[in-house]
């Protein structure tokens, strides 16, 4: 139950804007993490996260969410708490429940853990294994003020977790325990509502620069002292970035990551770093240069506001060195004065083209992604994007009939080629042109979009009821709700139904992107009539088990595990005839 809107809380506009998102009411006492959530990752589809990530049991050995993603070098581990009036600190015995957390993750045998937990468990020790992920931290989440009591819990949290990952032998991850008060969500509200958060003044010492003035927009380009940006870091962290569509994603060691490449630079080639670097561009509020009296380039540059829309990594890298880098080492440097919100967002925009956190964005403006639209538009009844950000109204109120955009993209992958990219690689669809055309191309249309999307809504709606009755249920029904307990289970069940659709349908398909509904409804209505179907291959889900329980990591067992659902679904099809047809009379291949 959400608590009033007492007077305390009016100074706290994310409450809200929270209280206001009643499609994150059904989740109840995590409706707040799952906000937090979407707020810090500008996360599209947080529904689907839910499904995945939320523990779905009593049972949970105080992890409400083991969150996974390894685009972000990321796992995020979670405790809700919600009070229902106004307190000056959250519980402290909730942040010390995440030691628990620690301990039952990373520590005991997968066959120790109860159903609810062991997949996650096991998506996130091969994650950690296999160097997919290099960051794990630890979450309470809670609508109170900030507190040293909380704090001093959760340093204890991650010298836990240290210590269970030292004797797995994983010595390089990162551990971070985090207070997500009410404080730091009206930080992140803020951060998703305006571009500048950083509204310091700064002069430095630059050794000259240009100005180019239009009627839009001013800019001073120069290069600016990187010890400048290890100190800013230092004291604003992601604050710097809050008109980035990325941030600061860390660094690895690895050949591949700039940002170490970036360390090793700074440290060890410091008066040739201009040089190798393509620098930073920020947003300002105001920029004015003075030259030195004593005349030439040098001067002093004095700038108003500061968020860096390009170069996060350039400032993450620099501003987590051990030390600060030497009086020699330079960045360059661009800063923007603009006032027009839609100018800025375009400077934003195509600042950000090497984006990897929302690799969507990359195709917003492609001919397949605008047709989509279009014909999107002309349904009325769903709201497609097309790798469109939504703005900060959606933190307010979400859309009931939003396709995200990435989750289409993962069905489409799942469906007509690969689980495993779609559940593992999904920036690689919008990033790689040949996955791309693969599920984005002249067959794509919004009406197989709608039957993708509708028939993963099934699934999950199938998975919420099992949830409802498990102490009730037995036999194949028990059975589903473990297979749907898995990570990436979704994409391996509607690969089978790409697989398979000539079975059910029993006629040809000479083009699976051709498949759609004869007439297109209201999403509720489609579930409907995905239900019956959905039911049969949950059923049969047995056989789909082995492919899940690392994870979809395996292709050759993902294969197997398809091959063998193919066969047997085919080998019943005489017993579910009545249903298939029912199924097949409403769709159109």
Same mark, same amino acid.
């Given at each position: 139950?959400?608590?009033?809107?007492?007077?305390?809380?009016?100074?706290?506009?994310?409450?809200?804007?929270?209280?206001?998102?009643?499609?994150?009411?059904?989740?109840?006492?995590?409706?707040?993490?799952?906000?937090?959530?979407?707020?810090?990752?500008?996360?599209?589809?947080?529904?689907?996260?839910?499904?995945?990530?939320?523990?779905?049991?009593?049972?949970?050995?105080?992890?409400?969410?083991?969150?996974?993603?390894?685009?972000?070098?990321?796992?995020?581990?979670?405790?809700?708490?919600?009070?229902?009036?106004?307190?000056?600190? $959250?519980?402290?015995?909730?942040?010390?429940?995440?030691? @628990?957390?620690?301990?039952?993750? &990373?520590?005991?045998?997968?066959?120790?853990?109860?159903?609810? !937990?062991?997949?996650?468990?096991?998506?996130?020790?091969?994650?950690?294994?296999? =160097?997919?992920?290099?960051?794990?931290?630890?979450?309470?989440?809670?609508?109170?003020?900030?507190? +040293?009591?909380?704090?001093?819990?959760?340093?204890?949290?991650?010298?836990?977790?240290?210590?269970? &990952?030292?004797?797995?032998?994983?010595?390089?991850? #990162?551990?971070?325990?985090?207070?997500?008060?009410?404080?730091?969500?009206?930080?992140?509200?803020?951060?998703?509502?305006?571009?500048?958060?950083?509204?310091?003044?700064?002069?430095?010492?630059?050794?000259?620069?240009?100005?180019?003035?239009? *009627?839009?927009?001013?800019?001073?380009?120069?290069?600016?002292?990187?010890?400048?940006?290890?100190?800013?870091?230092?004291?604003?962290?992601? *604050?710097?970035?809050?008109?980035?569509?990325?941030?600061? !994603?860390?660094?690895?060691?690895?050949? $591949?990551?700039?940002? #170490?490449?970036?360390?090793?630079?700074?440290?060890?080639?410091?008066?040739?770093?201009?040089?190798?670097?393509?620098?930073?561009?920020?947003?300002?509020? @105001?920029?004015? /240069?003075?030259?030195?009296?004593?005349?030439?380039?040098?001067?002093?540059?004095?700038?108003?506001? &500061?968020?860096?829309?390009?170069?996060?990594?350039?400032?993450?890298?620099?501003?987590?060195?051990?030390?600060?880098?030497?009086?020699?080492? /330079?960045?360059?440097?661009?800063?923007?004065?603009?006032? %027009?919100?839609?100018?800025?967002?375009?400077?934003?925009?195509?600042?950000?083209?090497?984006?990897?956190?929302?690799?969507?964005?990359?195709?917003?403006?492609?001919?397949?992604?605008?047709?989509?639209?279009?014909?999107?538009?002309?349904?009325?009844?769903?709201?497609?994007?097309?790798?469109?950000?939504?703005?900060?109204? %959606?933190?307010?109120?979400?859309?009931?009939?939003?396709?995200?955009?990435?989750?289409?993209?993962?069905?489409?992958?799942?469906?007509?080629?690969?689980?495993?990219?779609?559940?593992?690689?999904?920036?690689?669809?919008?990033?790689? %042109?040949?996955?791309?055309? *693969?599920?984005?191309?002249?067959? +794509? +249309?919004?009406?197989?979009?709608?039957?993708?999307?509708?028939?993963?809504?099934?699934?999950?709606?199938?998975? +919420?009821?099992?949830?409802?009755?498990?102490?009730?249920?037995? =036999?194949?029904?028990?059975?589903? !709700?473990?297979?749907?307990?898995?990570?990436?289970?979704?994409?391996?069940?509607?690969?089978?139904?790409?697989?398979?659709?000539?079975?059910?349908? =029993?006629?040809?398909?000479?083009?699976?992107?051709?498949?759609?509904?004869?007439?297109?409804?209201?999403?509720?209505?489609?579930?409907?009539?995905?239900?019956?179907?959905?039911?049969?291959?949950?059923?049969?889900?047995?056989?789909?088990?082995?492919?899940?329980?690392? =994870?979809?990591? #395996?292709?050759?067992?993902?294969?197997?595990?398809?091959?063998?659902?193919?066969?047997?679904?085919?080998?019943?099809? &005489?017993?579910?005839?009545?249903?298939?047809?029912?199924?097949?009379?409403?769709?159109?291949?």
């Amino acid at each position: 139950m959400m608590p009033a809107l007492d007077d305390p809380y009016r100074d706290y506009p994310v409450w809200t804007a929270f209280r206001q998102r009643t499609d994150l009411q059904k989740y109840d006492r995590n409706a707040l993490l799952l906000f937090a959530l979407e707020l810090a990752l500008d996360i599209e589809d947080i529904d689907s996260v839910a499904n995945s990530a939320l523990t779905d049991s009593g049972d949970d050995k105080k992890c409400d969410l083991v969150y996974v993603n390894e685009d972000l070098q990321t796992a995020i581990v979670a405790q809700a708490y919600i009070s229902e009036g106004w307190k000056t600190c $959250a519980n402290a015995n909730k942040a010390s429940d995440l030691n @628990t957390g620690a301990s039952w993750l &990373l520590s005991r045998q997968i066959e120790e853990l109860p159903e609810s !937990l062991k997949p996650a468990a096991r998506d996130l020790r091969n994650a950690l294994s296999t =160097g997919k992920i290099d960051r794990l931290v630890f979450w309470y989440v809670h609508n109170c003020p900030e507190h +040293t009591n909380v704090a001093d819990e959760l340093k204890t949290v991650e010298l836990t977790a240290l210590a269970a &990952l030292r004797i797995l032998g994983l010595t390089s991850i #990162q551990v971070q325990a985090m207070e997500v008060g009410i404080n730091k969500l009206q930080e992140l509200f803020n951060a998703a509502s305006v571009d500048i958060l950083v509204h310091d003044k700064f002069d430095l010492e630059v050794p000259g620069g240009y100005r180019v003035d239009t *009627k839009n927009w001013q800019a001073f380009t120069t290069a600016v002292p990187a010890k400048w940006l290890f100190e800013v870091f230092a004291r604003n962290q992601d *604050k710097l970035f809050s008109a980035n569509v990325r941030g600061y !994603l860390g660094s690895r060691k690895s050949d $591949a990551n700039i940002n #170490q490449n970036i360390k090793a630079s700074a440290t060890q080639n410091g008066s040739n770093f201009w040089a190798y670097n393509n620098g930073i561009t920020a947003l300002v509020h @105001t920029c004015e /240069f003075k030259e030195a009296e004593l005349g030439g380039q040098k001067g002093t540059l004095t700038i108003s506001g &500061l968020s860096i829309v390009n170069g996060a990594q350039t400032t993450g890298a620099i501003g987590s060195l051990p030390t600060p880098p030497g009086e020699e080492t /330079f960045v360059p440097a661009r800063f923007i004065c603009c006032t %027009d919100s839609e100018i800025v967002k375009e400077i934003i925009r195509f600042n950000n083209t090497q984006n990897k956190v929302e690799p969507a964005d990359f195709r917003s403006f492609d001919k397949h992604q605008e047709r989509l639209r279009k014909e999107f538009e002309a349904f009325g009844d769903y709201n497609y994007r097309g790798g469109r950000r939504g703005g900060a109204d %959606d933190k307010m109120r979400r859309p009931s009939n939003l396709l995200p955009s990435d989750t289409v993209a993962q069905l489409l992958a799942g469906f007509h080629k690969d689980p495993q990219l779609a559940y593992h690689e999904k920036s690689l669809i919008w990033e790689s %042109d040949d996955w791309y055309s *693969k599920c984005f191309n002249d067959s +794509t +249309t919004a009406e197989h979009v709608i039957f993708l999307f509708s028939l993963n809504e099934a699934i999950k709606s199938a998975k +919420t009821g099992f949830i409802k009755k498990q102490e009730l249920i037995s =036999g194949s029904d028990k059975k589903a !709700l473990e297979f749907l307990r898995h990570r990436g289970c979704i994409f391996l069940l509607v690969a089978a139904f790409g697989r398979t659709m000539e079975t059910i349908l =029993g006629r040809p398909v000479p083009s699976l992107f051709a498949l759609k509904f004869k007439k297109t409804a209201p999403i509720l209505n489609l579930i409907e009539q995905w239900a019956p179907v959905v039911g049969i291959y949950l059923s049969l889900s047995d056989f789909l088990l082995p492919a899940v329980e690392d =994870g979809l990591r #395996q292709r050759p067992i993902i294969e197997n595990s398809l091959r063998q659902f193919s066969a047997l679904l085919a080998a019943t099809a &005489l017993a579910n005839k009545a249903i298939y047809e029912q199924f097949a009379s409403s769709v159109q291949s």
